[in-house]
């Protein structure tokens, strides 16, 4: 079978780093990708990680392990506008993305 | 430049209905996805078109079907429906190489009554 699984809630303050994690078990691994989506909105793609180490992009970084199945997603400098869900998602073989469940994240003031 | 488009945005449909939705990738992309979004979950595959054949179908029943035009733009087509396909559909386009960065559109809300 295959699985994800990330926190299902992680609540931050302005300004703050905060890191989200998904370890996964899949039968074939070809990549790692992470979405951000809010409320009543579309995912938005934000990052793949293909190959093991950190890929920066502005605020937002993702790291990849593939010997210890495990990713994450860090959002530094957090702003009230990162207050949405992220999917974390494995690449299938043949380019099917399996999603987690998702983490909601709230950033306060 | 237009990303992906989806419509209608919203439909509301009865029991045993049929129902159509399309899609529209982003320009320059030739793979279409279909995704299946429950409330306060994470999406689920449906299938996958390149090349106007379908290339990889997650765990959905045959009442799912699709189809890929010339000009990559795709449909969803959903028979027989049931009460538990009420979700948000969502389209996802890509280019053939880089499957690991779909982009979605803003879906179709589908209720089924």
């Known amino acids: 079978g295959q699985s994800l699984e990330q926190p299902s809630e992680v609540t931050a303050v302005e300004g703050a780093i905060v890191q989200i994690n998904c370890t996964y078990q899949?039968?074939?691994?070809?990549?790692l990708s992470w979405y951000q989506q809010h409320d009543g909105g579309a995912p938005t793609f934000l990052s793949y990680n293909a190959l093991d180490g950190l890929e920066e992009t502005g605020r937002f970084s993702s790291f990849l392990s593939r010997s210890d199945s495990y990713g994450y997603l860090l959002l530094q400098e957090l702003q009230m506008k990162d207050s949405a869900s992220y999917f974390c998602?494995?690449?299938?073989?043949?380019?099917?993305?399996?999603f987690g469940k998702g983490t909601k994240l709230s950033v306060k003031p | 430049d237009a990303g992906v488009t989806q419509s209608p945005t919203h439909l509301i449909k009865t029991r045993g209905q049929q129902v159509t939705l399309r899609c529209s990738p982003k320009s320059g992309h030739d793979t279409v996805s279909w995704y299946q979004q429950a409330l306060g979950q994470g999406p689920q595959f449906i299938f996958q078109y390149y090349e106007e054949e379908e290339r990889q179908r997650g765990n959905f029943p045959d009442r799912f079907s699709g189809h890929q035009f010339p000009n990559y733009s795709s449909e969803l087509n959903v028979n027989a429906l049931l009460l538990g396909d009420s979700a948000l559909y969502l389209c996802?386009?890509?280019?053939?190489?880089?499957?690991?960065?779909?982009?979605f559109g803003d879906g179709t809300r589908l209720s089924i009554l």
């Open positions: 996802a386009s890509s280019s053939r190489g880089k499957l690991g960065a779909q982009h």
């Open positions: 998602a494995v690449k299938g073989s043949q380019g099917n993305l399996i």
């Open positions: 899949t039968s074939g691994f070809y990549g």
